[in-house]
């Protein structure tokens, strides 16, 4: 099967790159030809606040693809559209994370009349805006399937009125970052500059309001009081003020048990990160599923979650995680002091293991890839 996949790959950031570009290289690996066909910039520099888009380290050029398409440069499109015209491949596959690519979608899908599948990360964008509801309208016109990675997305598709073909499928765990030696939790702790012994939670990843840091924040007191020694590793790239965060710490007191890690996390300080905590804590106010708990399952990490979304169903309770009972910075304190407390806390990593093993890139792009073929072929 030629499949053209359209989406971010690396060099530019992000987990929708990372998940393109794994699932590329195992769709090339069961022997479909796969035409990567990323985004040169998916948007202007003056709404990306001066980060750069791409990540500050060599990436295997197999993920890049061909980077041709400049989201918000309909010229763009026609030398995609040309591309597609010549080559003819089977069938599109679009990842889609936000109604901005809806017109992108909308023009190559009618002018190519190649049938597409929609990767659909999420339904509705986490900071929404007002032409959203219009922008999925046009999703809807262009798509002749959709594969989901959550039953949170599927049943807001269903919401929606959506009657094209759904393959509801799952989030598959990243591996450990490849050509990194992964440390040891003790060699980490001591590199980190941490206690051996004491509690190590870990928030990873883009720092935007509905990720809930604040939340989390304001659950440390009460964490603290029932477990003095532990300590908050926030490690990411804030797309909000980094200034609101400190304040925020040192009117709560907390700033001996805080440290925050700022900017994008190369690939070794990741591994460590990840190798040094107990757990990841994702406090997310907004969510579909969650690429950093996939992350973490990756490292045999147990998660902390909320309830948003589809974040609980990626969670087994007391064996891969905890699960705060609501959205709130009380319950999260809750979770987290339940799970700390927890017996079964050292058994927990390898449950972590188990789950991953379940949860593969090759039985992703197995189940993808056949219904990929009954899009492309009814």
């Known amino acids: 099967m030629r499949i053209a996949f359209i989406s971010p790959f690396f060099p530019l950031k992000g987990g929708i790159s990372c998940f393109s570009?794994?699932?590329?290289?195992?769709?090339?690996?069961?022997?479909?030809?796969?035409?990567?066909l990323g985004f040169k910039k998916l948007y202007p520099s003056f709404l990306v606040r001066g980060h750069s888009p791409e990540v500050p380290e060599h990436r295997s050029a197999a993920n890049g693809g061909d980077a041709v398409i400049v989201l918000y440069n309909p010229l763009t499109w026609l030398a995609l559209l040309r591309n597609l015209k010549r080559e003819r491949p089977d069938v599109l596959l679009v990842a889609y994370w936000t109604g901005l690519l809806a017109p992108l979608l909308f023009a190559i899908r009618k002018l190519s009349g190649i049938p597409t599948v929609v990767l659909l990360h999420n339904l509705s964008t986490h900071e929404r805006f007002a032409l959203e509801p219009f922008l999925q309208k046009l999703l809807f016109a262009s798509a002749d399937g959709y594969i989901t990675l959550s039953g949170e997305v599927s049943g807001a598709l269903a919401a929606a009125g959506n009657a094209k073909p759904v393959a509801r499928l799952f989030h598959p765990v990243y591996p450990p970052f490849s050509g990194i030696e992964q440390p040891e939790k003790s060699e980490a702790r001591r590199f980190l500059g941490y206690d051996q012994d004491a509690p190590l939670l870990l928030f990873f990843g883009y720092v935007r309001r509905y990720k809930g840091l604040d939340l989390l924040l304001r659950a440390m007191p009460a964490i603290l009081d029932a477990w003095p020694d532990t300590r908050l590793l926030?490690?990411?790239?804030?797309?909000?003020?980094?200034?609101?965060?400190?304040?925020?710490?040192?009117?709560?007191?907390?700033?001996?048990?805080?440290?925050?890690?700022?900017?994008?996390?190369?690939?070794?300080?990741?591994?460590?990160?990840?190798?040094?905590?107990?757990?990841?804590?994702?406090?997310y106010r907004q969510a579909s599923q969650s690429g950093v708990a996939q992350l973490a399952c990756g490292y045999g990490l147990p998660v902390i979650v909320t309830s948003a979304g589809g974040l609980a169903a990626e969670v087994e309770q007391g064996r891969t995680g905890w699960i705060a009972g609501e959205i709130s910075s009380e319950a999260l304190a809750a979770a987290v002091i339940g799970f700390l407390g927890d017996p079964r806390r050292p058994a927990m990593p390898q449950s972590v293991r188990e789950y991953a093993a379940g949860h593969s890139w090759e039985r992703f792009a197995g189940e993808a890839a056949n219904f990929i073929r009954s899009v492309a072929k009814p």
């Open 234 to 283: 926030v490690a990411g790239q804030f797309y909000e003020p980094e200034s609101g965060y400190r304040e925020l710490i040192g009117q709560l007191g907390i700033a001996a048990s805080v440290d925050f890690r700022p900017g994008y996390a190369a690939d070794a300080d990741a591994a460590r990160y990840f190798a040094a905590a107990d757990a990841a804590v994702l406090p």
């Open 21 to 36: 570009g794994l699932l590329a290289g195992e769709l090339q690996a069961k022997g479909h030809a796969v035409r990567p």
